[in-house]
T-cell receptor, first 113, second 120 residues
Framework: DQQVKQNSPSLSVQEGRISILNCDYT??????FLWYKKYPAEGPTFLIS?????DKNEDGRFTVFLNKSAKHLSLHIVPSQPGDSAVYFC????????????FGTGTRLQVFP | DTAVSQTPKYLVTQMGNDKSIKCEQN?????MYWYKQDSKKFLKIMFS???????INETVPNRFSPKSPDKAHLNLHINSLELGDSAVYFC???????????????????FGPGTRLTVL
């Protein structure tokens, strides 16, 4: 039972444009969401997070939007840069099991010049 | 300085062997984790330890045994390796959860570079 889903396995965007990566979840107990970025042969690195008390969190070029009623979150990267090319994982956690992150299967983003 | 390190980076072994993967973090974190990323790219938690105590133990065969000699180290020992154990194993650490303004805030998990295990 996959509780966190990233339905787009890949995304290709031109440099300078906006990249939008989507994530859906099924467990209404999730109240904290994170995005991780992963380069080949490296471990995932934390990018940005959002608590369920908010619907938006912004950090530089990265913004995460949370729609609790739709159980959907998205990561916006603007402007996209070639260095953003990586696999992006969405993850979720709940306050009754704080240490347990549930990851999606990732979306491979390619930013081309 | 590497924050979370794992050794070895690659491990190729025969079915039935016993092997260990070591993990060390120099971030002063209290909590450490082991994750498995299988061929379908699912990244799933296996174990977590907080101050050397087991907190999470997912449905993992008991051939897998984590050992935490101190809070900076969490090693993974695997007995009687099987073909299905082939995967990338990631270690991670975090400072855990804290309360801020009445709300829970989570400290992110920092991941090691992974160990690619291939069982032949």
């Amino acid at each position: 039972d996959q509780q966190v889903k990233q339905n787009s396995p890949s995304l290709s965007v031109q440099e300078g444009r906006i990249s939008i990566l989507n994530c859906d979840y099924t467990n209404s107990m999730f109240d904290y969401f994170l995005w991780y970025k992963k380069y080949p042969a490296e471990g995932p690195t934390f990018l940005i997070s959002i608590s369920s008390i908010k619907d938006k969190n912004e950090d530089g070029r990265f913004t995460v939007f949370l729609n609790k009623s739709a159980k959907h979150l998205s990561l916006h990267i603007v402007p996209s840069q070639p260095g953003d090319s990586a696999v992006y994982f969405c993850a979720a956690s709940s306050s009754y099991n704080t240490d347990k992150l549930i990851f999606g299967t990732g979306t491979r983003l390619q930013v081309f010049p | 300085d590497t924050a979370v390190s794992q050794t070895p980076k690659y491990l190729v072994t025969q079915m039935g062997n016993d092997k260990s993967i070591k993990c060390e973090q120099n971030l002063g974190h209290d909590t450490m984790y082991w994750y498995k990323q299988d061929s379908k790219k699912f990244l799933k938690i296996m174990f977590s330890y907080n101050n050397k105590e087991l907190i999470i133990n997912e449905t993992v065969p008991n051939r897998f045994s984590p050992k935490s000699p101190d809070k900076a180290h969490l090693n993974l020992h695997i007995n009687s390796l099987e073909l299905g154990d082939s995967a990338v194993y990631f270690c991670a650490s975090s400072q855990g959860v804290f309360r801020s303004g009445g709300y829970l805030s989570y400290n992110e998990q920092f991941f090691g570079p992974g160990t690619r295990l291939t069982v032949l």
